[in-house]
């Protein structure tokens, strides 16, 4: 899921925005970084398909400095927002309501509530002025 995504992504930056993504910035979670759980015996490293995919594409992986929330600030933010957004809401019992809710949310996010950080404007409307 987050391959397709993230093809995704890097399609539309460049097919609606023109902008080439060389460089991804993330933490060192499991789910990005080598995997080193299932070579542990053999003393290898294998790569994980987030960083084959990358190096395929000749995108350049910057992680954060361990233990360093406040290297990555933005998401960091973002994922506190969310948070507090999802915690006092009635319990969603399927997937498709939490898809939904999600979708709201990071349509709000992005399109509608400004950001101090981006001179009060919205993440949509901050990149645009980027590539005009």
Request: charged content about 25%; glycine content about 2%.
């Amino acid at each position: 899921m987050l391959l397709l995504l993230l093809k995704k992504v890097i399609s539309d930056f460049k097919n609606i925005f023109g902008v080439k993504i060389t460089r991804i910035r993330t933490d060192n979670g499991s789910e990005f970084i080598n995997n080193y759980r299932n070579n542990q015996k053999k003393n290898t490293v294998k790569e994980t398909n987030f960083t084959q995919f990358l190096k395929d594409k000749n995108i350049f992986h910057q992680t954060t400095p361990v233990r360093s929330p406040q290297s990555n600030g933005k998401i960091e933010r973002f994922h506190q927002n969310y948070t507090k957004l999802f915690v006092f809401e009635e319990k969603i019992l399927n997937a498709v309501s939490l898809q939904n809710k999600l979708n709201d949310y990071y349509y709000f996010y992005n399109f509608e509530r400004v950001h101090k950080s981006l001179n009060f404007q919205t993440p949509f409307n901050f990149l645009n002025s980027l590539i005009k």
